[in-house]
């Protein structure tokens, strides 16, 4: 029996990895594409106040590399009904390999962990194999593709893969990603903290430095950035932006600024 098993076994592993390539025309990924990112939360001759703590200034002017379409999560096991049987897919994130196209139709083509189904008990076997699948745009799984498995699909009607989409900043051009937060009046002197965003990972601070003005310094100065103070405590600051550097001026005003 235990004979039986095994070749039962590698006999659907062969064909189901010889429907993969049958019959379909296969596409290059596209390239990363730069989306511009601009932000900034003032505008020129706005009075702000900021808290202790609070953000006074945010500017964000750098570009993103966009992968779309690098990977598919698939959140739980799934099965997919093949010719014969069907295949139980392990969960995770799979990267897309390639594209194909069926019947007019384009779908970007993974290699999922899967379990086969052992016909002589009908259950999932414990060994996984890498079954190529179909995920259309909207998520859809189906099984290999060629002139009699068209009709693979997972048991589940409703299911759909989640797209993961990659992005990095790309490094070949200019990158702007700081904040001042307001830290309070001491001793005759303002504290104001620079952050500067990683590049790598935006969500971390990779430069941190702490910025001190005398309170009797007007306007301060931030690069070619003007601050006109209205007031400065140990609580608040209430400060008019002079002016907007031209290198900043193409940076959209966030909504907040904008109502």
């Not at 009075?47 to 570009?63: C, E, L, N, P, S």
């Not at 379409?69 to 739980?76: D, G, M, Q, R, T």
């Not at 990095?168 to 937060?181: Q, T």
Request: a negative charge; aromatic letters at 6%.
């Amino acid at each position: 029996m235990l004979v039986l098993r095994t070749t039962v076994i590698l006999a659907v592993t062969a064909l189901l990895g010889a429907c993969a390539g049958a019959g379909t025309e296969t596409t290059v990924l596209t390239e990363p594409v730069s989306e511009h990112v601009t932000e900034r939360n003032f505008s020129a001759g706005e009075t702000r106040q900021a808290f202790v703590g609070d953000t006074m200034i945010r500017v964000k002017d750098y570009y993103r590399k966009k992968s779309e379409s690098a990977a598919w999560s698939i959140p739980e096991s799934v099965k997919v009904e093949m010719p014969v049987g069907y295949v139980t897919i392990v969960p995770g994130e799979y990267r897309v390999r390639d594209r194909q196209e069926l019947n007019g139709i384009a779908y970007d083509v993974i290699e999922a962990k899967a379990h086969l189904i052992e016909l002589t008990t009908m259950a999932p076997s414990p060994t996984t194999v890498e079954q190529p699948l179909l995920i259309d745009a909207e998520g859809g799984i189906r099984g290999p593709a060629n002139a009699w498995a068209t009709g693979a699909t997972t048991a589940d009607k409703g299911f759909r893969a989640t797209r993961v989409d990659r992005s990095s900043v790309d490094a070949r051009r200019h990158y702007v990603n700081f904040e001042l937060v307001y830290g309070g009046l001491s001793g005759g002197v303002v504290h104001v903290a620079y952050r500067e965003r990683d590049p790598q990972d935006p969500s971390r601070i990779a430069v941190a430095q702490e910025l001190t003005y005398d309170a009797g310094t007007n306007p301060l100065r931030f690069r070619n950035l003007l601050l006109d103070v209205g007031k400065a405590t140990n609580e608040s600051i209430t400060f008019r932006v002079v002016n907007v550097p031209a290198e900043w001026s193409a940076a959209e005003v966030s909504a907040e600024v904008a109502k």
